[in-house]
């Protein structure tokens, strides 16, 4: 299988890489637009500030390129949140996969929300054997508003989607690689697709 990591200068690349071989496979790191296509199955992580990383895919052309992927995409934390139509960090308009707008947690919790909360209403083949309200491990002060699309929900002061659906792409807002046993099932699941 050629799984490649969408390398675009905005990702939490190595420890997906190590998660992903702990699954015995090697993940590829690229941000050619040839290899990605040819990929079986493709990362988008991001870590970091959606404006400057919009910024650096539209630089590499790979805006254009992400939405008209057609093998599984997973988009994980920042990468879930620029396949968003919009985001209001850096009034980013976003790549547009998924339908909904990305919100900033109010004053009302401590941001970021960092660390361990539970996921539900769990819909979706990524989440086989995953049980309802099984904990992940989150960072960000950013949301996900609920759609047609989410899978996945998680109370933070407000009830988000913290996983995403829309044809061949799937978004997790939490970090599956830090996220121990039902995190990796997650990561299978998503090689099993």
Excluded at 30 to 49: H, L, M, Q, Y
Excluded at 75 to 85: E, P, S, T, W
Excluded at 164 to 184: C, D, I, M, R, W
Aim: contains cysteine.
């Amino acid at each position: 299988m050629k799984l490649v990591i969408i390398n675009y200068g905005a990702g939490n690349i190595k420890s997906i890489q190590f998660a992903f071989k702990r699954l015995g496979v090697d993940a590829i790191l690229s941000n050619n637009p040839e290899t990605i296509r040819a990929a079986d199955k493709i990362i988008f992580p991001g870590v970091g500030e959606a404006r400057s990383a919009m910024r650096m895919l539209k630089e590499s052309g790979l805006d254009k390129i992400i939405p008209t992927l057609k093998q599984p995409v997973l988009g994980i934390c920042l990468g879930m949140q620029l396949l968003c139509k919009y985001t209001e960090e850096g009034d980013t308009k976003g790549i547009g996969v998924f339908n909904t707008a990305v919100k900033r947690f109010s004053n009302v919790v401590k941001v970021p929300q960092m660390g361990w909360n539970v996921i539900n209403n769990l819909k979706s083949d990524l989440f086989k054997g995953v049980k309802e309200n099984e904990y992940m491990y989150l960072v960000h002060s950013y949301y996900a508003e609920h759609c047609d699309e989410t899978i996945a929900k998680t109370d933070y002061g407000v009830n988000y989607a913290s996983a995403l659906q829309h044809n061949n792409f799937y978004g997790v807002q939490f970090h599956p690689e830090k996220s121990s046993t039902a995190g990796a099932r997650i990561l299978q699941n998503f090689l099993n697709l």
